[in-house]
């Protein structure tokens, strides 16, 4: 069975860091590039991050450069977000997304899999 499996999230205080991860069944990671996008209450989906399957360029959303770093551990055929320096705006349900290379120029319909998502929530 195909499906990705965000783990990690859950409550911090501002100033303070998570490590998200997500990994996949079924299928080889290594071979798709994934990106991790964030829902925040009565907002739209956004792209937060991403790793490229060629070489692992990573992009950045502007508002998580130099807090957050995504990294793959394909011999784990595992995703990971470090999220340090978690501000209360970074509260989201914290989904991650695997597709074709194009998903890293944030072009969301490249996505083939998706996981049901964690919830991350940072306290002022």
């Known amino acids: 069975q195909v499906q990705l499996v965000e783990s990690g999230g859950g409550l911090v205080q501002a100033g303070g860091s998570l490590n998200v991860s997500c990994a996949a069944s079924g299928f080889t990671l290594k071979y798709y590039a994934i990106a991790w996008y964030r829902q925040a209450p009565g907002k739209e989906r956004v792209p937060v991050s991403c790793i490229s399957a060629s070489d692992g360029t990573t992009d950045y959303a502007d508002s998580v450069k130099g807090r957050f770093t995504i990294s793959r551990d394909n011999a784990k055929n595992t995703v990971y977000m470090q999220m340090n320096s978690l501000k209360p705006e970074d509260t989201a349900v914290y989904y991650c997304?695997?597709?074709?290379?194009?998903?890293?120029?944030?072009?969301?319909?490249?996505?083939?899999?998706w996981g049901p998502g964690t919830q991350v929530t940072v306290s002022s």
């Open positions: 997304a695997a597709g074709g290379e194009r998903l890293c120029w944030r072009e969301t319909r490249e996505a083939v899999y």
